[in-house]
T-cell receptor, first 117, second 116 residues
Framework: AQTVTQSQPEMSVQEAETVTLSCTYDTSESNYYLFWYKQPPSRQMILVIRQEAYKQQNATENRFSVNFQKAAKSFSLKISDSQLGDTAMYFCAFMMPSTSGTYKYIFGTGTRLKVLA | GAVVSQHPSWVICKSGTSVKIECRSLDFQATTMFWYRQFPKQSLMLMATSNEGSKATYEQGVEKDKFLINHASLTLSTLTVTSAHPEDSSFYIC????????????FGPGTRLTVT
């Protein structure tokens, strides 16, 4: 069975600094997708970044980038130039399409990030 | 684009009654929608996958008769909690896939259910 592990329950970072959130996963599949979602206090889930497993290049979205290490099954999120608005719960998620046409998403337990002024 | 709404945002009901939560994709059609449950300060737990025009696929351990899911159109899925009990109190979140090839699900704002 697939699992997603986020080993950092809470983290803090000074405004304008860089922070890295860790995520590891376990799967025997080769075709899958990885995501980072942000859940601010409003509880609205927001997609931060996605990575296809077949792509070797790390995904980047403005201040957000990932370090995808497929062999190590690691998918960390780096936030550069942290802003107060980045304060939120961050979830790492794994998705694998099935042959039946359904999808299964598995979420990690989350890392609560607080950006300090 | 890709906006998903949920209604109501907060509902309080008495034990033993049923409550329906609606999930709508406002600017796209979604053949697949998902229902999640989130306990306080915890992760999202996938309850079921809802496909338009067919029966929902429930995750192991989720009671099909308690959590009724209906995906009657390409823009609407409903979750009905039947005979609700205090332990059903939780935050319920739906999501939808606007494009099956991107696998990016877009989430609704969630519904807080309190059963008294």
């Amino acid at each position: 069975a697939q699992t997603v592990t986020q080993s950092q329950p809470e983290m803090s970072v000074q405004e304008a600094e860089t922070v890295t959130l860790s995520c590891t996963y376990d799967t025997s599949e080769s075709n899958y997708y990885l995501f980072w979602y942000k859940q601010p206090p409003s509880r609205q889930m927001i997609l931060v970044i996605r990575q296809e497993a077949y792509k070797q290049q790390n995904a980047t979205e403005n201040r957000f980038s990932v370090n995808f290490q497929k062999a190590a099954k690691s998918f960390s999120l780096k936030i550069s130039d942290s802003q107060l608005g980045d304060t939120a719960m961050y979830f790492c998620a794994f998705m694998m399409p099935s042959t039946s046409g359904t999808y299964k998403y598995i979420f990690g337990t989350g890392t609560r990030l607080k950006v300090l002024a | 684009g890709a906006v998903v709404s949920q209604h109501p945002s907060w509902v309080i009901c008495k034990s033993g009654t049923s409550v329906k939560i609606e999930c709508r994709s406002l600017d796209f059609q979604a053949t697949t929608m998902f229902w999640y449950r989130q306990f306080p300060k915890q992760s999202l737990m996938l309850m079921a996958t809802s496909n338009e025009g067919s029966k929902a696929t429930y995750e192991q351990g989720v009671e099909k008769d308690k959590f009724l899911i209906n995906h009657a159109s390409l823009t609407l899925s409903t979750l009905t909690v039947t005979s609700a009990h205090p332990e059903d109190s939780s935050f319920y979140i739906c999501s939808a896939l606007p494009d099956i090839y991107s696998y990016e699900q877009y989430f609704g704002p969630g519904t807080r259910l309190t059963v008294t």
